[in-house]
DNA sequence: TTTGCACTCAGTGTATACAGAAACCGCCAA
DNA sequence: TTGGCGGTTTCTGTATACACTGAGTGCAAA
């Protein structure tokens, strides 16, 4: 793996996982000798964070990671909201109904992987991402999908400000799978209704659990 | 201004000007020697670049200037349909309606602009984008903003394309202040509607113009 | 005591040298 | 004639040295 590429993800890892918090100030003489490259990858690797949003350039001084504020997370849903909605009527429309009839099934068995032994809930962000990725393929519109990956990254840093207790994520399973069923069923409007409420929910668990720290 | 912009400009301005051809290969020495500056922030120009979709990487063989496909060109409105109808949509909610009505009667005005000895259009185009100014700044939400703006880079590109006869653009300018009339009037349905319809011409013109060619 | 100026220093921005990898060309063999 | 293999070459990827800018601090003067 080439260095730069090596650097972004440690330092993006590093970012959503809340170990760099926001406010950090990355000197790229400290975070080269860190993370073991020399500063002409690790500029490059912030170029590509800054770009994402994940960090800002502090004029001369480094950059800093950025802080997300409650106004900025209704930001990003709203534009998140606006870009799966689309995303999931596309999908009804032009997806392969088999594969999120599969899927669909899948995410109704999911409350049996959240209550197995995984503490990260690594099955089951796993089928979640499955579903993600086979809405992107079925949309057939990469700039769309590029717009998505893009807002997801945000989203994973936001996720984990979140308690991923089991009966919210039960509950998303079953929202998640409703909304399979919709684009299995090529019924665009209930495919958007369906990811408007989970959005919806998730924003407000969001909320909830955020208020309470 | 640093050598990596103003590399980063030049480069951005010769693809959507159309000096450099999609399939065009970038190597870094030639261009850092074409430029006047060197290779490293070059090769930060080059990685913007690719970030925004308008070079790729063409693993060992420098980047490459990306094509447009007509089939680009209806993702492309497709996104910025659900993105600019969700944005005139906020606008209307949350913008300011004195500025929005002064816009719109600029607008209405515009065919007069048009007319004048103006190869470049540049009176025109300013005054389209104080009205995207103005519905980015309504909206009030980075991402989006960040979202649409990105988008625009590709659009400009595509507008190039696309004969400016003074037809099309005087009925752009009448639907322009469509647009900026209905969020002047809070209404969001009417700035969607607007907006959809505004969108629709621009790419029938577009394609019209396109297949001509 | 406060304000302004200059000096210092840390840290980025740029240039360049070197290493490693991938593609191209030519040659040889089947 | 064509396919494969190896050398050469040119490119990117990385490291490092140097310059310049901007901020912080200390001293002096009002």
């Known amino acids: 793996m080439r260095a730069s590429e090596k650097a972004y993800e440690a330092l993006r890892e590093d970012i959503i996982e809340w170990r760099l918090l926001p406010g950090a100030v990355l000197g790229e003489v400290e975070q080269s000798e860190r993370l073991g490259v020399s500063r ?5 690797a912030l170029s590509r964070l800054t770009a994402e949003g994940l960090t800002t350039a502090a004029g001369g001084r480094g950059v800093v990671v950025t802080d997300i504020s409650l106004a900025d997370i209704d930001e990003l849903f709203e534009l998140r909201e606006t870009l799966e909605c689309k995303a999931a009527a596309l999908a009804a429309r032009r997806g392969d109904a088999a594969l999120f009839e599969q899927l669909q099934k899948e995410l109704l068995d999911a409350p ?22 086979a809405i992107d393929a079925a949309i057939s519109n990469s700039y769309l999908a590029q717009a998505m990956r893009s807002l997801r990254i945000h989203l994973v840093r936001v996720r984990r400000l979140a308690a991923d207790d089991a009966e919210r994520l039960t509950a998303a399973a079953g929202e998640h799978a409703a909304i399979a069923e919709a684009i299995a069923a090529r019924n665009p409007r209930l495919a958007e209704a369906a990811t408007t409420l989970h959005l919806h929910r998730s924003l407000s668990h969001l909320k909830a659990t955020h208020t309470a720290h």
């Open 112 to 133: 049996g992987l959240i209550g197995a032994h995984d503490p990260a809930r690594h099955d089951y962000y796993g089928l979640v991402g499955r579903l993600d990725t």
């Open 40 to 44: 002409t990858p690790l500029r490059e």
